[in-house]
């Protein structure tokens, strides 16, 4: 069992649609990342929150929208997203954002039609 | 951006030692080298880190040269719980920024 839960595993939306995928840690680490991984692709950074601000968005576009309302809890707000945009999304989590490990958490697997 | 190269894929038997190197040429002086393991439907899973010399822990050993240009993951004694992608992430550095995680190498351990 991961220590890093995703909600939900799975998501269908269509282009138009609005989401929120939602993570959440409860081991007091104060750093939290958003990645997409592709088929066969290794993680892409997309997002990191330090101490609940916005520290690094890796030009993701605007239709993926971060949020962090607190230090355990890490959205992220879907809009008009595009079939490109299908793929893994993977939460972690980790110490502080620097040289300590990140915990991921198992991913939710977005399809857009 | 310390940009890295594994090999695509491996094959090993039960019981055998593994052995993946990751290349890292213009690895910065900060930067750290943290090497994962991901199953298929999970996210990645921290093996070990290290930035020189060599580092073990109860699953790895990560043998890092002098020049620092590349790593090398060995795997002792490999088991088919063991078949999983593994990837090298190079640039974890004091700041938290400026890390890419290298292509991944794909083993497969046969019986």
């Known amino acids: 069992d991961t220590e890093v839960t995703q909600t939900p595993k799975h998501l269908v939306m269509g282009m138009t649609n609005k989401k929120s995928l939602k993570c959440e840690q409860h081991?007091?680490?104060?750093?939290m990342y958003w990645y997409k991984q592709k088929a066969k692709k290794p993680p892409e950074l997309m997002f990191v929150?330090?101490?609940?601000?916005?520290?690094i968005n890796e030009s993701v576009p605007s239709r993926f929208s971060p949020e962090c309302p607190n230090s355990s809890l890490l959205n992220l707000h879907l809009h008009a997203l595009q079939p490109e945009d299908s793929a893994l999304y993977l939460c972690?989590?980790?110490?502080?954002?620097?040289?300590?490990?990140?915990?991921f958490g198992d991913g939710t697997r977005l399809s857009i039609l | 951006l310390a940009k890295t190269t594994q090999p695509i894929s491996m094959d090993s038997y039960e019981g055998q030692e593994v052995n993946i190197t990751c290349s890292h040429n213009?690895?910065?002086?900060?930067?750290?080298i943290t090497w994962y393991q991901q199953f298929p439907s999970q996210g990645p899973r921290f093996i070990i880190q290290?930035?020189?010399t060599k580092v073990t822990n109860e699953v790895a050993s990560l043998f890092i040269p002098a020049d620092r240009k590349s790593s090398t993951l060995s795997l002792p004694r490999v088991s088919l719980s063991d078949t999983a992608v593994y990837y090298c992430?190079?640039?974890?550095?004091?700041?938290?920024?400026?890390?890419?995680f290298g292509p991944g190498t794909r083993l497969s351990v046969l019986p």
């Open positions: 972690a989590s980790s110490l502080g954002q620097g040289v300590q490990p990140q915990h």
């Open positions: 081991m007091g680490h104060r750093a």
């Open positions: 929150y330090s101490y609940e601000k916005l520290s």
């Open positions: 213009n690895i910065a002086t900060n930067d750290y």
């Open positions: 290290g930035y020189k």
């Open positions: 992430l190079v640039g974890f550095d004091n700041y938290g920024q400026n890390f890419v």
